[in-house]
């Protein structure tokens, strides 16, 4: 008799599944002078966003869990990340371990030229695994 064992991305490295961060208004995506996407103020198609993920596991170089980030260095986040806007791929410029922060990660993200006014959806998929979409304004 064979076994075989199935691991999940947590199993494998003690994670959660990645996530855009929520705020009290909402997920954690910013514009490029990190004041938050609303509805005041929309992102623009082409526009890089900050986003503040988690749940993005190893970096490199690794850092022990439960440690934050240091602030002298960057730490590139080492599974494959991908976004996209309303099905459109947006394009990760940046993906790193957030300065001072535990489990905290910064993903910077153009958003896709052709996203139409509205209410966009995003989705993060770090190591082919997705995170719950987070819905963000357009103009």
């Known amino acids: 008799m064979r076994l075989v064992l199935l691991f999940t991305m947590s199993a494998v490295w003690g994670m959660s599944s990645?996530?855009?961060m929520m705020t009290q208004s909402g997920p954690a995506i910013l514009h490029s002078d990190c004041s938050p996407v609303t509805a005041a103020r929309p992102a623009r198609p082409g526009e890089v966003l900050i986003l503040m993920a988690g749940g993005l596991g190893?970096?490199?170089p690794s850092?022990?869990?439960g440690s934050p980030f240091p602030e002298d260095?960057?730490?590139s986040v080492n599974t494959p990340i991908t976004a996209s806007a309303n099905g459109g791929r947006a394009d990760v410029i940046n993906q790193v371990g957030w300065?001072?922060?535990v489990d905290t990660y910064r993903i910077d993200l153009r958003v896709p030229e052709n996203t139409p006014a509205?209410?966009?959806?995003?989705q993060l998929t770090a190591a082919w695994v997705k995170d719950p979409e987070a819905r963000?304004?357009?103009q």
């Open 18 to 20: 990645p996530a855009v």
């Open 58 to 60: 190893p970096t490199n």
């Open 63 to 65: 850092i022990d869990p």
């Open 73 to 75: 260095r960057a730490f």
């Open 99 to 101: 300065p001072g922060r």
């Open 118 to 122: 509205g209410v966009a959806t995003l």
């Open 136 to 138: 963000f304004p357009v």
